[in-house]
């Protein structure tokens, strides 16, 4: 059993940076990891996927803004800088560990993943204009 938990949101003004962090508790195995977000009303969507070699994928909407990374040395914790924000980055955001590709994380049907792999609670970013 993997158990995940996320920290780190918070309220920002529009521009201003947050940094979220994902701390995998259990051995999730060759799983990739990935962040992602649900906004008020809406469906929940990837925001970006990282691969145990390191390699990255990231939503149309956070690229050149938002990173992903893993600790240096410790594979089970995850970040998310998050830069130049906007208020449409409003969201509740969720770690996975998943039984798929970093591809999968960012496609349009990401959704469906939400039933497969480990998830954690959710930290809310709010950014107002």
């Known amino acids: 059993q993997v158990t995940l938990m996320e920290s780190g949101g918070g309220s920002v003004q529009s521009g201003g940076s947050l940094r979220l962090r994902c701390e995998a508790f259990?051995?999730?195995?060759?799983?990739?990891m990935g962040w992602f977000r649900q906004p008020p009303g809406k469906e929940r969507e990837g925001v970006a996927g990282?691969?145990?070699?390191?390699?990255?994928?990231y939503a149309d909407p956070v690229k050149g803004r938002f990173t992903i990374s893993k600790d240096n040395t410790n594979r089970n914790i995850m970040y998310l800088q998050m830069n130049r924000l906007k208020p449409e980055d409003t969201a509740m955001y969720y770690c996975?560990?998943?039984?798929?590709?970093?591809?999968?994380?960012?496609?349009?049907?990401?959704?469906?993943?939400?039933?497969?792999?480990?998830w954690g609670q959710g930290t809310q970013v709010t950014v107002s204009s």
């Open positions: 996975a560990a998943l039984p798929a590709l970093a591809d999968d994380v960012v496609a349009d049907d990401a959704a469906r993943l939400v039933d497969f792999g480990y």
């Open positions: 259990g051995d999730y195995g060759t799983y990739c």
């Open positions: 990282i691969k145990g070699d390191g390699s990255t994928n």
